[in-house]
């Protein structure tokens, strides 16, 4: 005999209707996909200054940290003018590197997510197979 239910007791057993059931999993994968999609759009917009610097620089970490110490010391000696003009140009070249990034990859991304939400019988004509047998 149970003193006491909470809510919690009937999570186990509740389901959502079968007619919501077909969006909340459209809505979860849709959220999953983009949230892969934004993440590793980030990631590569990040690592890009890294592989043109390493490349510059021949591959030589010992080079590429000389010039970054170097830079470190022009930031560092620059008067506050000049480091908000630097930091809105480094944050203008993020920008403008995501948003073409992003416009690159969303035409991919977006053919994966309606081909994967697409219902099979419409996935089945899309292949040139037909139902008649």
């Known amino acids: 005999m149970a003193f006491h239910q909470t809510p919690f007791d009937h999570i186990g057993v509740w389901s959502p209707p079968p007619r919501l059931l077909p969006f909340l999993q459209g809505t ?3 959220l999953i996909e983009a949230s892969r ?7 590569i917009v990040l690592g ?7 490349f510059l620089a021949g591959w030589d970490l010992g080079l590429l ?6 830079l470190a010391d022009h930031y560092r000696d620059a008067d506050a003018i000049r480091r908000i003009a630097f930091s809105q140009d480094l944050q ?4 403008a590197t995501s948003l073409g990034v992003l416009l690159a990859r969303a035409p991919r991304f977006l ?5 994967a939400l697409a219902s099979p019988a419409s996935q089945e004509t899309d292949n040139g197979e037909t ?3």
């Open 28 to 30: 979860c994968f849709v």
């Open 92 to 95: 203008g070249v993020f920008l």
């Open 48 to 54: 890009l200054p890294l592989f043109a610097f390493l």
């Open 37 to 43: 999609f934004a993440v590793s759009t980030l990631l």
């Open 111 to 115: 053919k994966r997510v309606e081909m």
């Open 131 to 133: 139902d008649n047998g």
């Open 65 to 70: 940290f000389t010039q970054l110490a170097n």
